[in-house]
């Protein structure tokens, strides 16, 4: 599965996408209000100028588009939303492949356009026949706003504001499934530009187990420790530190799982939070960082962050990286305290 923007050339699919993950709530409207809800749904010309106005997402398995939203930019003259909101339209999924996190990545996908386009609010609506989806909202940060009558049914209007909201936190079992997959399930090229050898990678298993392992250890005696990246409680990647020589050094590793927000300077943020917890709970003197000197968004980071360059030079930096230069990063406990 897949997902991109969607274009004009997708029309077809996302007509019969809608009327195939819409066609159940026929059931729970009169006759009369479905034929009104049904006549948008079968109004190509309304969903063309859907395409030409907003920011559309698709979700796609082999040839075939399974998952679909918009996201209309703010200033736009509506009944529901604020002219000052860009507002969510249309998701839909279709009924083959729910439950497995379709529509929420998608609204992670208009989430993130959003910030892009500098919006700083996004809303949406649901109604109470879509009732499941009200708690996936307001994990996602969506705070109900009103309610309004349609289709002989309330709706409620939800809205989110667009600040971030970042924090850190320690890993815990059902992360190391997000960790783990991050590395198996991500493109060659990616992998490539971390320095990463695609065959020393272990199994999901074995590598899931290894990770467990250090989680009750005392941290004197853990050699591998995790923190987990969230925005709005929502994670977005992890710091580690390994080679861990406790009241001394440790050695820091940084990863964004998005692919869509490894420029935007999220690391620059995350990791002055993550700092403090490395120095405080392992009493550090020290911290190092040998990112693949081909790798310069690691490079340009850790210098920005007043970490000081020691040197570049060739060597197999750990168990999954094939032999490569990297360069040695420094920051001491001194430092880091007068940062």
Known sequence: MKYREGQHTDIEQLYALGQASYREYASALTHTNWEKMNAFLTDKDELSNLVDRCHVFIAEEGNSIIGMIFLAPSGEENNYF????????????HPNYRGKGIGKQLTRLCIDQARDNKERFIALH????????????????????????????????????????????????????????YFLKADLEHLIRMGVDVDK????????????????????????????????????????????????????????????????????????????????LFHLERLYCEPYALNPSPNKVLQALGFVYVKQYECIPGPINFLQFVNRYELTKEAHISI
């Open 126 to 181: 649901t109604s109470e026949f879509m009732d499941a989806a009200r708690s996936i909202y307001e994990h996602m940060g969506f705070r109900q706003q009103h309610d309004f009558e349609l289709y002989g049914k309330t709706y409620w209007v939800y809205l989110k504001e667009l600040t971030e909201q970042l924090r850190i936190r320690e890993l815990n079992r059902d992360d190391i499934p997000l960790v783990v997959d």
């Open 82 to 93: 604020d002219t000052s909101w860009s507002y969510i339209r249309y998701l839909g999924v």
């Open 201 to 280: 990678l272990p199994d999901r298993e074995t590598w899931m187990n290894q990770i467990e392992n250090e989680l009750n250890k005392p941290y004197a005696e853990k050699k591998l420790y995790y923190l987990i990246w969230l925005i709005d409680n929502i994670p977005v990647g992890h710091t580690n530190i390994n080679k861990i020589e406790y009241k001394d050094h440790a050695y820091m590793h940084l990863h964004i799982w998005n692919t869509n927000r490894r420029h935007g300077g999220l690391a620059k943020k995350f990791v002055p939070l993550s700092l403090n917890e490395y120095f405080e």
